[in-house]
Nanobody, 117 residues
């Protein structure tokens, strides 16, 4: 399984970005999809989780009301819409595909998001 993130970049505070993660897996709809991030000098943080039925099961308090996770099973893709970005959102964002029933867990290579004026 390969996960390829895209959509990162440099944005000013208050701006928006949409991250995408394309998965090369036939059974994408069977995977719980998660976005994590790691800021410089900090631990990895779970940002948001979306279940197989597109149920959003988790959002970090720090992003509630600003970030939205979604998925398109027909395109094998999960998205993270990020609005009202803040400098503290600066991090490498990672896509994760998890299938707990089969103990499968895959990671993308990460995409850099930098929020700065």
């Amino acid at each position: 399984v390969q996960l390829v993130e895209s959509g990162g970049g440099l944005v000013q505070p208050g701006g928006s970005l949409r991250l995408s993660c394309a998965a090369s897996v036939f059974t994408f709809s069977s995977y719980v999809m998660r976005w994590y991030r790691r800021a410089p000098g900090k631990e990895r943080e779970l940002v948001a989780t979306i279940g197989t039925a597109s149920d959003i099961s988790y959002q970090a308090d720090s992003v509630k009301g600003r970030f939205t996770i979604s998925r398109d099973n027909a395109k094998n893709t999960v998205y993270l819409q990020m609005n009202s970005l803040k400098p503290e959102d600066t991090a490498v964002y990672y896509c994760n595909a998890w299938r707990p029933s089969m103990s499968l867990d895959y990671w993308g290579q990460g995409t850099q998001v930098t929020v700065s004026s």
